[in-house]
């Protein structure tokens, strides 16, 4: 028997396996696309709830749901978004939602007397820092440009869990109910 007939089971036996791995690529794609994905916060507009002074080399992770979150109803304030920058759409952005259409905010400057009315199909993202770059620099964003929703914090594993609340209440019908009492 040649040594070539020896080695047949084996070759047929890896392009099997190779073949069973190359038929799952198109389904990770999908999946990581248009369902869900592994999402790094980057920057300072979501400190100190995401990427906290006590480990300043560990970035937090998260995973990022992505299924049909560009649809307003899918969406509620306090969570926390991934978006397309509305200046500059190459940078991904993370910020929390604090109103939705309809709703009547207070931005934090240049005045705080005036109001801005949220649009249809529109949020109002701040980063939970003071110092973000956000809706009160640039105004309502479309949903249109949320790429996922943040729905578990997975690593560093000591804060494995929920997203963690923060940031401000800017919407003026919750200021105003929370001066009367």
């Known amino acids: 028997m040649s040594a070539f007939k020896q080695h047949m089971p084996v070759a047929r036996y890896s392009l099997r396996m190779c073949l069973a791995f190359l038929s799952w690529v198109p389904v990770v794609y999908v999946v990581t696309e248009h369902v869900a994905y592994i999402g790094k916060i980057e920057g300072m507009s979501m400190k100190p709830t995401f990427n906290p002074p006590e480990s300043p080399n560990t970035r937090n992770h998260v995973l990022l749901w992505k299924w049909g979150v560009t649809n307003i109803n899918n969406l509620e304030v306090d969570d926390v978004v991934f978006l397309r920058s509305p200046i500059d759409p190459e940078k991904i952005y ?27 199909n529109h949020i109002w993202v701040e980063g939970d820092n003071v110092h973000s770059i956000d809706s009160n620099t640039y105004g309502p964003v479309s949903t249109g440009l949320v790429i996922g929703k943040a729905t578990y914090l997975i690593w560093p594993l000591n804060r494995l869990g929920p997203i963690p609340l923060g940031g401000r209440e800017c919407r003026e019908a919750r200021l105003r109910h929370s ?3």
């Not at 993370?94 to 249809?120: E, H, N």
């Open 179 to 181: 001066y009367k009492e």
């Open 94 to 120: 993370t910020k929390r939602i604090k109103a939705k259409q309809g709703d009547l905010v207070v931005p934090r400057y240049p005045d705080t007397r005036s109001r801005v009315l949220v649009p249809v």
